[in-house]
């Protein structure tokens, strides 16, 4: 055949086979939402056991141990734990809907004071304080005076006797705190003129000068304690206001929630961060499953030039590359999906646990990565073939394969780079099989049957 000739029928090939792709896409369409799943299936996985992985190590804490009936629901269900916190008040209200009789008479709130609250070695500085009033009251500031008058004598005994503890001395803790807490639930605290300076809205000055439209909360909070009184409420109101009061002496303010463990599904769905994303992976599911279908057709539309160009003896030698051909193709296609994804994905992973990253994979770059990555594979996986077509057109000897064995290696290495992602797990399980395709190619050249092409004579060369 002339070189035109080879074109023409070139030409031919390449439209057969993009007829037989755009048929194999129409099927590939069909099935895309399956595809789809089949290829989340090793993401799923791997995130499940990330995230059980991370479950149990948190799980053991300090003890260093998991109690063993925690386990089935990591391994088993698939729930992962989580701490939330939790309004002790308002967890009390919510199971009373369901059962009015539930701690009937007992008080609870998010709101109230414990010795946590008062400062290290401050109780006795507070007292001293509200002693002040007893000893000078016309000295004493108003707010503190409002807080002696609403102490009852037994409180007010209590106050003189810790004001005499030494400064910074732990002691008296609790009794202050069960005073404050008495102090919380009366409401005539907050309504007192005394306090009326922290209700009070910002000026309309201030709000000028400063260009402030933030309300007042505390004047927010008397606001709707005034429309519609609540326990809870006024006891948070009341401890606002008494954190102002004694700023040096309190702990900053911090409601008492109370830690509550839940358990919830694992969540191992990829995200999509537009619209269109979701579309586009369900196109290219289609198309790469479109090829892989079509691929028998191509393949035997590529064997078919390369049989243009072979003696007629050595024509019926394509009906043995061919099966060849498909098989390592689909093996190439099976060894990344079951043994290639699940060692990457731990590996890729192994960095999110030690860099403490939650991983938030993204369904284009993740699926990308999965529908791509066996293609490569089982297009690699044509060396073999590739390397006894060299052979019998006479490019290359089996001598030179085998002596330039370290280079081909070197070769492979750097082709699995490019047609892998960045990580070395996935670069090295496609440069290992490639390497013994390699001995293989040699194998073929050396025992298949057939005559070499002698690309610069008319007569054939004996193999």
């Excluded at 000893?135 to 002696?148: F, G, N, T």
């Excluded at 099966?323 to 390592?328: A, D, Q, R």
Aim: charged content about 20%; some cysteine.
């Amino acid at each position: 055949m002339s070189f035109g000739e080879h074109l023409e029928e070139l030409r031919k090939v390449l439209v057969k086979s993009l007829i037989g792709i755009a048929l194999g896409t129409v099927i590939g369409l069909m099935f895309s939402d399956q595809v789809v799943k089949v290829l989340k299936a090793p993401l799923d996985r791997a995130l499940a056991k990330f995230q059980q992985e991370q479950d149990t190590q948190r799980l053991k804490g300090t003890a260093g141990w998991m109690s063993p009936d925690l386990a089935p629901w990591l391994e088993e269900e698939r729930q992962t734990p989580e701490t939330v916190y939790v309004d002790p008040g308002q967890l009390v209200a919510a199971l009373r809907n369901v059962q009015p009789d539930f701690l009937t008479g007992v008080e609870i709130s998010a709101y109230k004071f414990t010795p946590r609250n008062l400062r290290p070695g401050k109780a006795g500085d507070i007292c001293r304080k509200l002693l002040s009033v007893e000893q000078q009251r016309d000295a004493a500031p108003a707010k503190l005076q409002v807080l002696w008058d609403l102490l009852n004598d037994s409180e007010r005994e209590t106050v003189r006797r810790l004001g005499n503890i030494a400064p910074e001395e732990r002691a008296g803790e609790d009794e202050l705190a069960s005073i404050f807490n008495r102090l919380l639930s009366l409401k005539e605290l907050n309504q007192s003129e005394a306090y009326a300076d922290l209700l009070a809205p910002p000026s309309s000055t201030a709000k000028l000068l400063l260009g402030s439209t933030e309300e007042n909360p505390l004047r927010q909070m008397a606001d709707a304690l005034a429309k519609n009184f609540d326990d809870d409420a006024n006891r948070r109101l009341n401890r606002a206001l008494l954190a102002f009061v004694f700023p040096n002496e309190l702990q900053p303010l911090k409601a008492e929630l109370v830690p509550l463990q839940t358990w919830r599904q694992v969540n191992t769905q990829p995200q999509a961060l537009s619209v269109i994303e979701p579309f586009m992976i369900w196109m290219k599911a289609g198309i790469i499953f479109g090829i892989v279908l079509a691929s028998p057709y191509v393949f035997l539309q590529l064997w078919s030039f390369v049989a243009a160009g072979l003696y007629p003896h050595e024509k019926g030698h394509v009906y043995i590359y061919l099966p060849i051909s498909l098989g390592l193709f689909f093996a190439g296609i099976l060894l990344a999906y079951f043994f290639v994804f699940d060692p990457v994905l731990q590996f890729l992973f192994s960095f999110n646990a030690r860099l403490g990253i939650s991983p938030e994979t993204r369904i284009n770059d993740c699926l990308g990565f999965f529908m791509f990555l066996p293609l490569g594979f089982g297009i690699a996986f044509q060396l073999p073939l590739v390397m006894l077509l060299l052979n019998r057109l006479g490019v290359i000897s089996v001598e030179m394969y085998l002596s330039k064995w370290r280079i081909a290696i070197m070769i492979i290495f750097v082709v699995a780079m490019v047609l892998t992602p960045a990580d070395p797990i996935s670069m090295l399980l496609m440069a290992f099989p490639l390497t013994g395709l390699y001995f293989v190619g040699i194998a073929l050249c050396q025992w298949m049957p057939g005559r070499r092409i002698n690309p610069f004579g008319e007569l054939p060369e004996p193999a």
